[in-house]
């Protein structure tokens, strides 16, 4: 065998250990936690020897953790640029609220039963560590860029706290509403929605009145408001 062959080789044995690996944690994580899996329980359900074989590949938790979003995140923005390839500018809002939200229903569709990826991300976007080392990464991406920039210029009437605020809120709503569709699949239980387009057009449907609904002045900043002008 030539050393470009045995390179060659190698690097396929270590990609193949790094996916075993991404694969075993995600399921694992998905099921357990963050905090209730061990480097070693991920190494041995990857069929790994070496105990250590997380923090080689990954330099620990938070690396295989942005390994694993970034794997996902990248194969959804590859379906959402055929889904903005469709859009104009004069297309309204609910036409880019689907380009948001239907690539990550279209995505898990693609995993097949059982699959634990929605799963996954509700663990890491309540752990504050890892959302704060993966929500930001994920706005890097240029197809989500353009479909969150797209959204930023049909609510330019909504103020700029109004705008994350709601935003926020649609995040959760989509990745806790496919979460649950994932689990009914992999449980075999019935599922709100009958299949993953359904689930993505109810989601449009919710996101878009979440996002132009109006804004009501909270009561007590009206109160703050009239005090202020009786003095």
Known sequence: MTGTARAGSRSGRVVGTREAIMAA?????????LSAVSNRQISEAAGQGNVSAVAY?????????QAIMNAH???VDQIRERHLERLTDDDGLRAWVDCLVRPV???LGSLGVPSWHARFTVQVLTDPRTRALTTGEALVRPHLRRTVEGLGRRLA???????????????????????????????????LHPSWDALAAALCDAITGLLAAPVTTPVSDRKGTDHEDHR
């Open 25 to 33: 944690a995600e399921r694992l994580y998905a099921g357990h936690g």
């Open 157 to 191: 009437t909504l103020p700029a706290p109004v705008r994350a605020a709601r935003g926020d809120m649609a995040r959760h709503l989509i990745v806790h509403t496919c979460a649950e569709r994932e689990r009914a699949l992999a449980e075999h239980t019935a599922p």
């Open 105 to 107: 229903p279209e995505y």
């Open 57 to 65: 590949h990954f330099s620990g938790r938070d690396g295989l953790v």
């Open 73 to 75: 995140g990248t194969r």
